[in-house]
């Protein structure tokens, strides 16, 4: 049980376009997403918090406007990387938590994005 | 606060033999502390957690000890084998956050 999928799990694009990345929970249903970003050979960054139903909370430094994210349904979340950029290039994760346990975060296999 | 690395630190060890990870952590309000493996290209994977009310937790073959008065974690893995190669993090949650603040990550290399 608590599996996490994210859709696709890598995606190369041009510069100025956007990106979709979703994150799924597959078998419950998750009260509350994460999105980090990592870079190579560094640590997850948590980008943003998104309660289902409401809007995200960003991190200090992280563009909400550049960042969107949408948490539409209790099963699904998802980031658009707007205009996108090659600095934007990273591997993207999703988390994912149910209502039960506040501190026990799910992992999705994560997205590497790459921006040419 | 936020943890960035711009290095992993590598821990080299003999098949066999333990290993001992070590994790700073930054808040003093974090109750909550976990270790994930992260292989190449995936997401993290949790491996064993612990509380703040407990200085020591074992698991299959790890042991997690947590020393508050320094702020100190570390993982320790039992006859290592080369599947246990990876990068290991340190997480902390800020009592009442709900949040993961990952710690820098240390790359573990077993030698056959």
């Known amino acids: 049980g608590a599996v996490v999928s994210q859709h696709p799990s890598r995606v190369i694009c041009k510069s100025g376009t956007s990106v979709k990345i979703e994150c799924r929970s597959l078998d419950f249903q998750a009260t509350t997403m994460f999105w980090y970003r990592q870079f190579p050979k560094q640590s997850l960054m948590l980008m943003a918090t998104s309660n289902e139903g409401s809007k995200a909370t960003y991190e200090q430094g992280v563009e909400k406007d550049k960042f969107l994210i949408n948490h539409a349904s209790l099963t699904l979340s998802t980031l658009t990387v707007t205009s996108a950029h090659p600095e934007d290039s990273s591997f993207y994760i999703c988390?994912?938590?149910?209502?039960?346990?506040?501190?026990?975060?799910?992992f999705g296999p994560g997205t590497r994005l790459t921006v040419l | 606060g936020e943890s960035v690395g711009l290095h992993l630190p590598t821990l080299s060890v003999q098949e066999g033999d333990n290993s001992i990870i070590n994790c700073a952590y930054s808040?003093?309000?974090?109750?909550?502390f976990i270790w994930y493996k992260q292989e190449s290209g995936k997401g993290p994977q949790f491996i064993i957690d612990i509380r703040s009310n407990m200085d020591k937790r074992q698991g299959q073959r790890v042991t997690v000890l947590l020393n508050k008065t320094v702020k100190h974690l570390s993982l320790q893995i039992a006859a290592t084998q080369p599947g246990d190669s990876a990068v290991y993090f340190c997480?902390?949650?800020?009592?009442?956050?709900?949040?993961?603040?990952f710690g820098q990550g240390t790359t573990l290399q077993v030698k056959p």
């Open positions: 808040n003093s309000a974090s109750d909550y």
């Open positions: 997480a902390e949650t800020p009592s009442n956050t709900g949040k993961l603040i």
């Open positions: 988390s994912a938590r149910t209502g039960s346990s506040y501190n026990e975060q799910f």
